[in-house]
């Protein structure tokens, strides 16, 4: 089975710009979960999606956004840049079914630097 | 405020050692506790996980040991090997359906040969 992929790996942009990154997770998985991993903060939930709804959500501002795609893929949107977003961003693949929590897997991320 | 608490910040290990690392919790409604590990230049990945329901759970070289009345649970690495040096991270989930994951904020291993 392929794992867990994400895409841009890398990514350059300036403060006040507007990106979105693409995952694509395990076969057969149906929950994605997004997570922002720096230095200072360590790595944090942003939010998760299961069968395109938005299920559960982090304390980011409004700027990080996401969606699912019938497929379940998913993409992140983070608008007007700031400094502090340079970080990797990491998706992780579950199959998400409901009655507790299971085995999250994760991508290689999207190193992403503003400028 | 840091749900997941995890110590200590880096190890350094000779092989064939065991390493040892400490995380603590506040939040009793978490349910679920895996261990990851992470390479530079790479996502995290599942090493083991437990549920509170077991004191302990052994996969290989790697053993978590959880005390729920304590409120914390450990990874041992038995054979420590140079291939192991990597940063590990404790985790931990309230379920409920939530796939959100509170992380410890990682320890750097080292295991010199």
């Known amino acids: 089975k392929a794992g867990v992929t994400q895409t841009p790996r890398y990514l350059i942009k300036t403060r006040g710009q507007q990106v979105t990154l693409s995952c694509s997770p395990i076969?057969?998985?149906?929950?994605v979960s997004w997570y922002q991993q720096t230095p200072g903060q360590g790595l944090q939930f942003l939010f998760e999606?299961?069968?395109?709804?938005?299920?559960n959500k982090g304390n980011f501002p409004g700027r990080f956004s996401g969606r699912q795609f019938s497929n379940s893929r998913s993409e992140m949107n983070v608008s007007t840049l700031e400094l502090g977003d340079s970080a990797l961003y990491l998706c992780a693949s579950s199959s998400g079914h409901s009655g507790g929590a299971y085995e999250q897997f994760f991508g290689p991320g999207t190193r992403l630097t503003v400028l | 405020q840091q749900q997941v608490k995890q110590s200590p910040q880096s190890l350094i290990v000779q092989k064939g050692g065991i390493s040892i690392i400490n995380c603590a919790y506040e939040n009793t409604a978490f349910d679920y506790f895996p261990w990851y590990q992470q390479f530079p230049g790479k996502g995290p990945a599942l090493l083991i996980a437990?549920?509170?329901?077991?004191s302990e759970k052994k996969e290989g070289r790697f053993t978590i040991s959880f005390n729920k009345s304590a409120k914390q649970f450990s990874l041992h690495i038995m054979d420590s090997q140079p291939g192991d040096s990597a940063t590990y991270f404790c985790?931990?989930?309230?379920?409920?359906?939530?796939?959100?994951?509170?992380f410890g904020t990682g320890t750097r291993l080292t295991v010199i040969p």
């Open positions: 999606y299961f069968s395109e709804t938005q299920r």
């Open positions: 985790a931990a989930s309230n379920g409920n359906g939530a796939n959100n994951l509170f």
């Open positions: 437990i549920r509170p329901d077991v």
């Open positions: 076969s057969g998985h149906r929950s």
